[in-house]
């Protein structure tokens, strides 16, 4: 008799699902060891079994599978077809069983604990989190924020990876997650107030553009903000003279200096108010561009719903359209 999903018939008033195999289950964190670590010794160490159990584990698994799922050729693993499908839906299966088992009804600040992965870009996080971060000290001590890169251009990654809140454009953002519009955004430049030609300005010509000496940031993201083909054109062909790590190295470079960065009007006001820096208008398409949060419905409901709130506290939301 082949194998049923439910016992009784349609017409019984009720139906039996078939039980969980626990043993399946049980091999769910060495299969993705094995599909994201590049050798079985590997895979053992991430999940603290020895090279025996790893060999058995796959053994096992490639029974259940009917695939070799792995295979070895010149020194090197490789997945098959099969293996490589399955990487994001076990760690998918793995993310939903890690929230179930973290599940909560409720979320009190001051005295529950947990974590939220948060993924951004550099210049988001210095944008939206700054403030929210700041309330945790006393709002809720026992909470632990883990900040993870994220890539605007495939942020479904992110959410692979584990991350409870995305902080992108809306140009990026994915569908059908829970979205709350936080801060609108436009390119702008900012200088040394004292620049030696254009400390006196408050906005800079395309010509005066194309003649300056620029600095540029890793994860600039100029990307994200509008821009018409002129502004891209202006972007690709400016004079970079240096060229940084990290967005907040930015404004110390910057001050005593004739250099030129362009990038995030909201940030660069930010700094600005602290810092001897002059925000300037930028010759560019002047449209905005909204930054949005994201999250799973599922993940951590109440501590992600509570740190939204945080985030609405700092931020006016923006009308949803």
């Not at 895979?43 to 053994?59: C, D, I, K, T």
């Not at 599940?103 to 989190?129: K, N, Y």
Request: net charge neutral; proline share 6%; aromatic share 6%.
């Amino acid at each position: 008799m082949g194998a049923d999903r439910s016992i009784g018939s349609k017409g019984s008033g009720y139906e039996v699902e078939a039980p969980v195999h626990r043993l399946n289950l049980n091999l769910l964190y060495p299969l993705d060891a094995i599909l994201h670590a590049s050798t079985l010794t590997e895979a053992g160490r991430r999940v603290h079994l020895s090279q025996s159990a790893m060999s058995h584990a796959l053994r096992r698994l490639r029974e259940h599978f009917g695939d070799d799922l792995v295979t070895h050729a010149g020194g090197e693993q490789q997945l098959t077809p099969l293996g490589l499908a399955l990487r994001s839906e076990v760690r998918r299966v793995l993310r939903e069983v890690d929230g179930t088992f973290n599940f909560a009804l409720s979320f009190d600040p001051l005295t529950s604990t947990g974590t939220i992965v948060v993924a951004a870009t550099e210049s988001f996080e210095q944008m939206v989190l700054g403030p929210v971060l700041r309330r945790l000290s006393t709002g809720a001590p026992r909470v632990r924020v883990d900040m993870m890169s994220l890539d605007a251009k495939e942020p479904q990654r992110a959410i692979e990876k584990g991350a409870d809140l995305l902080l992108l454009p809306s140009e990026a953002a994915l569908p059908g997650l829970e979205t709350l519009p936080i801060i609108k955004d436009q390119a702008a430049c900012m200088i040394w107030d004292k620049h030696p030609e254009l400390g006196g300005c408050s906005d800079l010509t395309e010509a005066q553009y194309r003649a300056a000496r620029h600095i540029v940031a890793q994860g600039e993201m100029t990307d994200a903000l509008p821009m018409d083909e002129a502004g891209a054109e202006m972007l690709r062909t400016r004079n970079i003279y240096v060229r940084t790590t990290s967005q907040a190295t930015l404004p110390t470079i910057v001050i005593g200096s004739d250099l030129v960065a362009t990038g995030s009007m909201w940030l660069f006001q930010q700094y600005a108010s602290v810092m001897p820096l002059k925000v300037v208008t930028a010759p560019f398409d002047r449209n905005s561009s909204t930054i949005v949060a994201q999250w799973p419905r599922h993940r951590h409901a109440p501590m992600v719903t509570w740190f939204v709130d945080e985030i609405r506290a700092c931020h006016k939301p923006l009308d949803r359209r």
